[in-house]
């Protein structure tokens, strides 16, 4: 029980610091401790907003995750079916699957497709997960800004607007 509360405020406080703490550092030029301060002091006014931000976030990240891993599912399937007609056709010259399992040349062939295969998957899954995370760190960012708009990272003119659009400085 004390092990899962533990962890679970460390989890709170290490997200709390990598989404709040660390864009407000950059924004204010200041340490951890002061980034601490300046949110923890917007935070006690705009618990709403940090709740309401928690419950969204949570819904985002299991939709982000939920299309991350259909991409790797599908770019898993197609590449797996591509090495799979590689090991067939390479397998026919070495004297078939017997030889592909048993020869060095068949073990070099296997070690090249299984290595050719995680690379396309890495480098095919790879858009997908830096939308995702782009889109999760936007989110977290508009959130600070709206919470305190002086702790944004973001030049004030992207950040505040009014009924009429972007303020201008």
Request: aromatic share 6%; with cysteine; glycine share 10%.
């Amino acid at each position: 029980m004390l092990a899962g509360a533990t962890a679970l405020a460390g989890t709170a406080v290490s997200r709390l610091t990598f989404e709040f703490v660390a864009p407000a550092m950059v924004a204010r030029d200041v340490g951890v401790v002061a980034g601490w301060r300046e949110v923890w002091a917007s935070f006690r006014g705009s618990w709403a907003e940090v709740v309401v931000y928690v419950a969204v976030h949570a819904v985002l990240a299991v939709g982000v995750g939920i299309v991350q891993a259909v991409a790797a599912a599908v770019v898993g399937g197609v590449v797996a079916v591509t090495g799979l007609v590689a090991l067939l056709l390479a397998a026919v010259p070495l004297g078939g699957f017997g030889a592909l399992i048993g020869t060095t040349a068949g073990a070099v062939v296997l070690a090249t497709v299984l290595v050719c295969a995680v690379v396309a998957v890495v480098v095919l899954t790879l858009p997908v997960t830096l939308v995702a995370r782009t889109y999760l760190t936007a989110f977290e960012v508009s959130t600070l800004a709206g919470i305190d708009s002086d702790l944004a990272p973001l030049a004030p003119a992207l950040v505040a607007s009014d009924e009429s659009g972007p303020v201008a400085e």
